[in-house]
């Protein structure tokens, strides 16, 4: 909690010293829409609940070590203002979200159908970024390159039925984790403008851990909030 409180502040303090100047008075309102790729599994911190789950789940069976089943959706927004030349500010929020099913590798019930499960992970990344725009607001095409930082508010949750590992019963359960934690954001991109609309598309990485609550009997204490947005851009100027 301490982390975030302080990355926060971070950002009111960047909000507030690079705020718009006159002498650059435009401003945009930003939109984008794309899909979320988490980290994959070789890349995932250690403690990850998704990496120790799929020691004894399975949520694809034609790919069994793969969390491919995780990439969601990603949609978000942006109010983007001038500091100086060649260089902008953001503030922004976004949202994925995705549920997946699972099932034991090796357990089936009693009368041999599946136990099976959801597990559900939902991301709202809140953000401040600077943009450098190296050919400058004016050119046809505007490409960048930027970092900052963002809080991500997340969700972890794993419903349905379990194992009890003490007389293997099977019992129905719902375990839910949440939290916000902070963590670097790196983009690149372009846009194109059009007189005061704007399109394009956007890359952008983040990067943080968040700690799940022990008495949850989560498999792992951590769940891994990394990965890649990809996206297209939608640009209103004012």
């Known amino acids: 909690m301490r982390r975030v409180l302080l990355s926060l502040g971070i950002v009111g303090l960047v909000t507030g010293v690079l705020a718009p100047t006159p002498g650059y008075a435009q401003q945009s309102v930003n939109f984008y829409i794309g899909g979320f790729v988490p980290r994959s599994l070789d890349a995932r911190a250690n403690g990850d609940v998704i990496f120790n789950d799929l020691a004894f789940l399975t949520i694809d069976p034609n790919n069994p070590n793969s969390i491919r089943k995780f990439d969601s959706a990603a949609v978000g927004g942006e109010w983007e203002f001038p500091l100086i030349s060649h260089l902008d500010g953001s503030l922004g929020i976004g949202i994925s979200s995705k549920s997946v099913g699972s099932t034991y590798t090796k357990l089936v019930n009693t009368d ?3 136990i099976l499960q959801t597990l559900k992970l939902r991301i709202v990344p809140f953000t401040a970024l600077v943009r450098y725009l190296p050919l400058g607001r004016d050119a046809p095409i505007q490409p960048y390159i930027g970092a ?6 997340w969700r972890y949750s794993e419903t349905g ?3 009890d590992s003490t007389d293997n019963s099977v019992f129905q359960g719902n375990f839910v984790g949440s939290g916000s934690t902070a963590g670097p954001v790196v983009i690149f991109g372009a846009t194109v403008p059009v007189g005061a609309w704007g399109i394009g598309f956007e890359g952008r990485y983040q990067s943080a851990v968040g700690n799940l609550p022990a008495d949850q009997g989560f498999a792992g204490p951590k769940i891994d909030l990394g990965g890649f947005t990809y996206s297209a851009t939608f640009k209103v100027r004012f």
């Open 112 to 114: 041999g159908s599946e």
């Open 161 to 163: 039925a379990f194992v």
């Open 148 to 153: 900052g930082v963002g809080v991500l508010s």
